[in-house]
């Protein structure tokens, strides 16, 4: 095993399937927490405005006492592939990328680019995840390489709750995307995600095929397919389906060169 790599960093934002919904009570071993050699910044953390990363991933820096799919890549980042690995996060439940679809619990936010058109700077969650990013870097005296990207959203942009948002999905996500690429300045930093299940009520076709759209014209976007997805309530992965997820990405950023390390057997999972 290498040891003297560099750390391994990665960004993550979406909507409540990667902010975590799954309770710590299912939290499946061997995953335990605090989770080690994990470096971790998000907006639920103490001083993340001023760049803290905690030394390790604990309850208190969840959400709500809740995780999602994202925590299980990073633990097989650190426990098994035995990265020394930093996240810079943000993420809140109920969010769309247009301004016309949902808004978050704490107030009418949005991933969109187009920041002029909320009602204030400080409802745009891409600024608070820019805010996030700018803060660590500027906190790391050695400075930070990003590798890669986790995202998962997509339910607030369905056709049920505004028609406009799923139909312009695939170029204000595409938008995201850039945005988010020009944070760390990569233009070509690889961007982990996956499909709404088709089990949830809030799947809606246009918003998924626009995501699908973006995976086919950028080698750069790979999109784990989780339409059969199984779920804890009428929306969210369960604790089956969040495993799944987290090992797919992690095989996924082993097929792409993003980390050097054995490839789990998770069964047949389909990288668009």
């Not at 902010?19 to 103490?46: F, M, Q, W």
């Not at 986790?150 to 505004?162: N, T």
């Not at 709404?196 to 014209?217: C, F, M, P, T, W």
Request: aromatic fraction near 10%.
């Amino acid at each position: 095993m290498e040891t003297n790599r560099k750390p391994l960093t990665i960004i993550s934002a979406g909507q409540s399937n990667i902010d975590g919904r799954v309770p710590i009570a299912e939290l499946p071993k061997p995953l335990s927490l605090p989770l080690t050699n994990c470096h971790y910044c998000s907006n639920y953390t103490p001083n993340h405005e001023a760049g803290v990363f905690q030394d390790s991933i604990k309850v208190s820096d969840l959400s709500d006492n809740r995780w999602g799919f994202d925590l299980v890549t990073h633990y097989c980042l650190t426990q098994l592939a035995h990265y020394d690995l930093y996240v810079m996060k943000c993420t809140e439940g109920g969010t769309s990328v247009a301004v016309t679809g949902e808004g978050g619990h704490q107030g009418y936010n949005h991933w969109t680019t187009e920041i002029d058109r909320l009602k204030s700077p400080s409802n745009s969650l891409l600024l608070q995840f820019k805010q996030i990013l700018d803060a660590c870097m500027k906190n790391q005296e050695q400075g930070l390489d990003v590798d890669a990207m986790l995202w998962h959203q997509g339910e607030g942009d369905r056709a049920s709750f505004s028609e406009e948002a799923a139909y312009h999905y695939y170029e204000n996500l595409k938008a995201v995307f850039k945005a988010c690429r020009g944070f760390v300045n990569k233009p070509d930093l690889p961007i982990f995600c996956g499909t709404v299940s088709h089990n949830s009520e809030q799947y809606d076709a246009k918003v998924e095929a626009g995501l699908l759209k973006i995976a086919k014209e950028d080698a750069n976007v790979h999109v784990i397919d989780m339409q059969k997805g199984t779920l804890l309530d009428q929306f969210h992965f369960d604790p089956k389906s969040s495993v799944y997820f987290g090992r797919a990405i992690y095989n996924a950023m082993i097929d792409t060169h993003v980390i050097d390390a054995e490839k789990l057997d998770i069964g047949g999972y389909r990288v668009y």
